[in-house]
């Protein structure tokens, strides 16, 4: 007899964006036959109550792997919320345990998803990795910084680069392989590529569109990256929607298998 | 009344070069009034001995902080080892807690003494850091990663060199600020630097020197920076021995007194 591998959704609130995600993951979940169980906490919801759900998940044998959707409310502490995760259901490798592996020696068990993503989408395109420039732009803990460790530890040579960047034009235009992770709509235009480039674009962002910018399901999302004008200069680029983000909702099931093969 | 800070030292065997260290450790304390304990175990001493010791520092309120001795003997697991060291009393800032601070938000309660030496000599010349160019040649855990964090941290755009970097030269020619963390004795050579440039030379290295090898008074160490020929092209560079090494071990102490009056 075998159960349905089950993944545990915890949300905090009734961000649009989050809750599409979400859906993402349930539709993309069921496709392949696990179960997504999608908890939601009222806004307010204290850090104690949150943990308290997850202290739940923990202890249940039939969730296999629990996340909590980002970003949190302000009054929560990501942290402390994160780190009540049990690694050995943490699916989105964003625990100490996880970032610990990554950083000392790239055994890397659970990847971030979004890492483990953007290093899928390379290896399904059969782009090497190993000894290229990769240039990150953005040093979240969530993306920026995983990334350039797992590249590191691929043996690319990484720079990171951020706001405080000078010059970032000619930073980027270095780039064999470009991973922009900054979450400022159509930032990365012409100007900042060149031809021969791998552009890689994590972004994911809302444009305003007059009063459909409530909708859901009528958000126009486009990438950190120009896609328009970019496309036509370099190699290849991800294209938002699609792209990374659809490769990160299947790593997460990845690691979700993973977790539970062990 | 008040009581010494007091650092323990941990040596697994008796490596001439960890001596010297240790040394070095134990004569900078006595000039500023700390004690230092130097406890020696055998070469052979197994993991449950040398956890035993740690854990009956980490039990004495009369030590303040605990350094275990790097390397470690092959047979011994560094983390592990590392990870027995309560956070509270690690000055070599190498334990998991004190990576995650310098990962997740750069509060950098204990940096690593090495990273914090390279920044406090930075300081000491008042070279600035935001904004610029920094290249780290290594990526080791003790030094090249949190290194690369805490330039990160302070907005400095990090590039990360290794051996699978191709076309070092131009990377390293790029540096505003080098910072060179590899092994080999005087590796970067002229070929490698440009005018303008501060390089921070991390590498001790012991030259073989006939029979006078074995004899740790009389080795001649040199750095990863061949610094005859590279001083005469870059605005500066820090001599091997001195210069880092000096600041490390000040840099502990620094640590020390931190984590004392927490």
Redesign the interface.
């Known amino acids: 007899m075998s159960v349905p591998l089950t993944l545990a959704v915890i949300q905090i609130g009734d961000r649009a964006d989050s809750t599409s995600y979400i859906k993402a993951k349930k539709s993309f979940g069921e496709k392949i036959g696990a179960r997504v169980i999608h908890e939601v906490l009222p806004e307010k919801a204290t850090g104690e109550a949150v943990i308290a759900q997850i202290v739940k998940y923990n202890a249940d044998q039939s969730v296999q792997g629990i996340i909590v959707q980002l970003p949190l409310p302000v009054h929560l502490d990501q942290?402390t919320i994160l780190e009540a995760i049990d690694p050995k259901k943490d699916v989105d490798g964003l625990t100490?345990v996880h970032?610990?592996e990554l950083?000392?020696d790239g055994s890397e068990i659970v990847l971030p998803a979004t890492t483990r993503g953007i290093l899928a989408l390379l290896d399904c395109y059969q782009i090497p990795v190993?000894?290229k420039k990769v240039v990150i732009v953005g040093?979240s803990?969530l993306v920026g910084?995983p990334t350039?460790?797992a590249f590191?530890n691929r043996?690319?040579?990484?720079?990171?680069?951020?706001r405080?960047?000078?010059n970032l034009e000619e930073?980027t235009r270095r780039a064999d392989i470009l991973v922009v992770a900054i979450g400022k709509a159509r930032f990365i235009t012409a100007d900042f590529v060149r031809a021969g480039q791998v552009v890689i674009d994590v972004g994911i962002n809302t444009l305003a569109d007059g009063k459909l910018q409530e909708e859901v399901g009528k958000r126009k999302l486009v990438g950190d990256v120009d896609f328009e004008s970019v496309s036509k200069i370099v190699s290849a680029v991800s294209p938002v929607p699609g792209g990374v983000g659809a490769m990160t909702v299947a790593s997460l099931f990845e690691n979700l298998l993973d977790l539970a093969q062990r």
């Open positions: 942290h100490g970032t610990q950083w000392e190993e000894g040093r803990v910084k350039a460790m590191l043996n690319a040579t990484v720079t990171i680069c951020h405080g960047t000078k930073e």
